[in-house]
């Protein structure tokens, strides 16, 4: 028997090579379909691969699971047949995964054909790529960078790591200075620190609180929503009492009014709001009904880079009907990719005022800033 593989985007397309080729006496021995990767991974495209043969005088020795497969005569009046079959039979063995990655290709062609005209990546620019796509930044974002990078190297005819670096930093920077980035203003009296439990929101409190006492010489107050975890308390207590400052337990909005009372001598005061599931909206609820977010107030959302984007875009999503300044991200330190740090300030058009990157109270805190943050994103691994 003579066989031959043939590949095509159809079964129908496949048929009509083999009955060209081999004739109308071919048989399908096999087909599958085969998925090739291109743009870096960003598409996936599918082929079908035909193994068809017709007997010959020689005889051929076949692999044992090709064996077991009974051949079947290939005719004119059964090719269209055979075709509708075999397509929907090789639609059967596609895994669920795999048909949710096709049903995405046109979203993801579109997006690519929107924000870049060009098809092929110089080899140069292809391990900044790979790192941004380790960094988790988002598709938009590569994009940008991508087409930037080749237009240099048009112009050029050639690119070198540093060019590609500058060019990198460039687009961020572009992005990012349209941003309100940086610590406290020191403008607003009370410091309204938002997010979910697990976030190390206490902690962070602590930290800025404590660089206030001893860089800016304020004098500061805490007050706590968080009646839920006794150690909450306890923790802020013991942050409080190292700082010489006053606490304030708040279980209602009267419980808040005296609180803001008790303290009016005071420089900054910080509020150090319950730690609950925020996805559900109960408890966003329960949180506008004790604090005044007119008042003198800047309130930030504390959100930690461990989680998933998803996760930290449907806190932010519950949150949108707060007069939210910037963003705080936490544990810095105990992630490898920090694109979702970018991709979510970008996105909702927040700035940043710090992140934390350790335990150390008041050590492990950085005050944001743009170079600061684009030198961040380069840490360790891309060189």
């Given at each position: 028997m003579k066989m031959k593989k043939y590949v095509a985007p159809s079964i129908s397309e496949a048929m009509k090579q083999i009955r060209t080729e081999l004739g109308d006496d071919a048989v399908i021995i096999n087909s599958k379909v085969v998925i090739t990767k291109k743009f870096f991974g960003l598409i996936?495209?599918?082929n079908f691969e035909v193994l068809a043969g017709v007997d010959s005088v020689e005889s051929v020795n076949l692999p044992s699971h090709l064996l077991d497969m009974q051949p079947r005569n290939v005719s004119n009046t059964q090719i269209d047949t055979i075709s509708e079959k075999e397509l929907q039979n090789t639609d059967l063995k596609l895994t669920t995964e795999l048909k949710s990655e096709i049903a995405d290709l046109k979203s993801i062609l579109q997006s690519?054909?929107?924000?870049?005209?060009?098809?092929?990546?110089?080899?140069?620019?292809?391990?900044?790529?790979?790192?941004?796509?380790?960094?988790?930044?988002?598709?938009?974002?590569?994009?940008?960078?991508?087409?930037?990078?080749?237009?240099?190297?048009?112009?050029?005819?050639?690119?070198?790591?540093?060019?590609?670096?500058?060019?990198?930093?460039?687009?961020?920077?572009?992005?990012?200075?349209?941003?309100?980035?940086?610590?406290?203003?020191?403008?607003?009296?009370?410091?309204n620190v938002l997010g979910p439990t697990g976030v190390g929101k206490t902690t962070t409190i602590a930290k800025i609180a404590a660089r206030s006492v001893l860089e800016k010489k304020k004098k500061?107050?805490?007050?706590?929503?968080?009646?839920?975890?006794?150690?909450?308390i306890e923790q802020l207590k013991t942050y409080a009492n190292l700082l010489h400052a006053p606490v304030e337990i708040v279980y209602n909005a009267n419980d808040y009014k005296t609180a803001i009372e008790k303290m009016e001598n005071l420089d900054l005061v910080f509020i150090d709001t319950a730690g609950r599931n925020y996805k559900e909206a109960k408890y966003v609820d329960d949180l506008k009904k004790i604090i005044n977010f007119e008042d003198d107030v800047e309130s930030y959302l504390v959100l930690s880079l461990t989680s998933k984007e998803q996760d930290m875009e449907a806190i932010i999503q519950q949150f949108h009907e707060f007069p939210i300044e910037k963003f705080i991200f936490t544990k810095i330190d105990e992630t490898n990719s920090i694109g979702t740090m970018y991709n979510l300030m970008i996105k909702y058009n927040k700035g940043l005022a710090y992140y934390?990157?350790?335990?150390?109270?008041?050590?492990?805190?950085?005050?944001?800033?743009?170079?600061?943050?684009?030198?961040?994103?380069?840490?360790?691994?891309?060189?």
């Open positions: 996936k495209h599918k690519i054909q929107k924000q870049t005209t060009h098809s092929d990546i110089p080899e140069e620019i292809l391990p900044m790529i790979a790192f941004l796509k380790r960094q988790e930044l988002n598709e938009e974002l590569i994009t940008a960078i991508s087409d930037e990078l080749f237009v240099y190297y048009k112009k050029a005819e050639n690119i070198n790591i540093d060019e590609i670096k500058s060019i990198t930093k460039d687009v961020l920077k572009k992005y990012l200075i349209q941003l309100p980035i940086g610590g406290l203003s020191f403008e607003k009296k009370y410091i500061i107050g805490f007050i706590t929503t968080d009646t839920y975890r006794i150690a909450a934390t990157n350790g335990q150390e109270v008041p050590e492990d805190i950085e005050e944001a800033n743009i170079d600061k943050l684009i030198e961040l994103f380069f840490q360790g691994e891309f060189q």
